[in-house]
C-alpha cells in the first residue's frame, strides 16, 4: 500500500483530505509539531527549528503533500506575523527536502499547497494563469518562496505539484464559516467596493484536485486550484444570502471600516484577481462544483 505523508495533515484542508485517501486505499501519516493529533491517522513529529523529523515519517512516504504553515488569516498581519507566514512554509519544506536528500528516498511526487495570492491582490478584469509572474505584494511574494522552495525537490527529479488553491469552501470552517455569520443573523452585505473576486474552490474538489496530483504522473508545476465560474465579492455575498434565503440589501461595509478591523490583512479582503481554471480541466480534471450557487447550496443546504 502506497504511504501519503501530509504535512500540516491535521488542519481544515488536510483532516478531511486524510479520510478521503484513506478511503481510496492509500496508507496516511501526518506530520505536526504535536506529538499526537485526535485525527486517528498515524503521526509523526517534527521540530523545524531544531530541523529534526522522525525518521520513519521520510523513510516510508511515497507521497508527500505539503500543507503546513502558519494560518494566514487568523491574525492580524504584525511584521513578527507576516515572517512567520513564510518562514513556516518554506523552512519546512526545506527541512523535508534535506531530510530526503539524507535518506536517499524515492519520493514519488511532492505535491505543496500554494494559494491564488501568488497573482496578487489586485482587482481587474485581467484573468491569471499559471504562466504569470508573481506579485510583488506580501502574498505574492509568500506564494513565490513557498514554490521556490518546492522546486528543490524537482532539481532532485522528483515530480512536483504546486496548488495554486482560491478560497476554500467547507462546512468545517474556514473563511466561509467567516462570511455565514452577519449572513445568518440577516446583515450580510459586500466588503469595500464589492466588485474585488473571490477565486474559490468547494473542498471537493481541491480533493479530487490533490488526489490527481497524486496519481497523474503527467502533471508537474503549478495548477491553479479554483472553480470555472468568476465571481465578485458581490455576487458571493449576495449568492451566499440566496441559498440561505436572508434578505440582502445592506450598504458595503466601507473599505476604512475593513482596514480598521484587519488592518495590513484587509488587503486580501477588499481586493482580489480573477483566476483561471483552464490548465487543470484541460489536465483532465472535472469539477464537481463548478458554480458558487450549486457549490453554496452543497454545503449549506443539502445534509
Ligand atoms: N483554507 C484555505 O482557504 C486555503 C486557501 C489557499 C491556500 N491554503 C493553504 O493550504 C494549506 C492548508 O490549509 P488549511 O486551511 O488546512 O490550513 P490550517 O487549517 O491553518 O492548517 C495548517 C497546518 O499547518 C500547521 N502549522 C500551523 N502553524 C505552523 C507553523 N508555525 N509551523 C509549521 N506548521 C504550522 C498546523 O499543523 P500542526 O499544528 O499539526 O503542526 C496546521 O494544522 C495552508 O498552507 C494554506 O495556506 C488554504
Not at 491535521?10 to 485517501?21: F, I, P, R, S, Y
Not at 511584521?79 to 527541512?95: E, M, N, P, T, Y
Not at 482587482?123 to 514554490?147: A, H, L, M, V, Y
Request: glycine share 8%.
Amino acid at each position: 500500500m502506497e504511504r501519503i505523508l501530509i504535512s500540516g495533515g491535521a488542519g481544515l484542508v488536510g483532516k478531511q483530505l486524510c479520510k478521503k485517501l484513506k478511503d481510496k486505499g492509500y496508507s496516511v501519516a501526518i506530520l505536526s509539531r504535536a506529538s499526537s493529533q485526535d485525527t486517528g491517522i498515524p503521526t509523526y513529529a517534527w521540530n523545524i527549528d531544531k530541523k529534526e523529523i522522525e525518521k520513519e515519517a521520510i523513510e516510508t512516504a511515497d507521497y508527500i503533500i505539503h500543507l503546513a504553515g502558519a494560518n494566514i488569516g487568523d491574525k492580524r498581519w504584525s511584521a513578527k506575523r507576516r515572517q512567520l507566514i513564510i518562514d513556516s512554509r518554506v523552512d519546512s519544506g526545506q527541512l523535508i527536502l534535506e531530510k530526503i536528500k539524507e535518506n536517499k528516498n524515492k519520493l514519488k511526487a511532492f505535491i505543496s499547497a500554494s494559494a491564488v495570492g501568488y497573482y496578487g491582490a489586485i482587482t481587474s478584469d485581467k484573468i491569471f494563469c499559471e504562466t504569470d509572474d508573481p506579485c510583488n505584494d506580501f502574498i505574492g511574494e509568500t506564494c513565490r518562496q513557498w514554490e521556490q522552495s518546492a522546486n528543490g525537490f524537482e532539481k532532485l527529479g522528483i515530480r512536483t505539484v504546486k496548488i495554486r488553491t482560491g478560497i476554500v469552501l467547507t462546512r468545517q470552517g474556514g473563511a466561509l464559516a467567516k462570511m455565514l455569520i452577519p449572513i445568518k443573523i440577516g446583515i450580510g452585505s459586500p466588503s469595500g467596493s464589492g466588485k474585488q473576486y473571490m477565486p474559490w474552490i468547494h473542498i471537493d474538489d481541491l480533493y479530487g484536485i490533490y488526489i490527481k496530483a497524486i496519481e497523474d504522473m503527467q502533471m508537474n508545476g503549478a495548477y491553479n486550484a479554483v472553480a470555472p465560474d468568476h465571481n465578485t465579492n458581490s455576487d458571493f455575498t449576495k449568492t451566499l444570502a440566496y441559498v440561505l434565503k436572508k434578505p440582502f440589501w445592506f450598504p458595503n461595509i466601507p473599505a476604512i471600516i475593513m482596514k480598521i478591523i484587519f488592518g495590513k490583512m484587509s488587503a486580501i479582503l477588499l481586493k482580489g484577481s480573477r483566476v483561471s481554471s483552464d490548465k487543470i480541466r484541460t489536465a483532465g480534471y472535472n469539477f464537481l462544483f463548478p458554480d458558487l450557487e450549486g457549490a453554496l447550496t452543497n454545503l449549506l443546504i443539502k445534509k
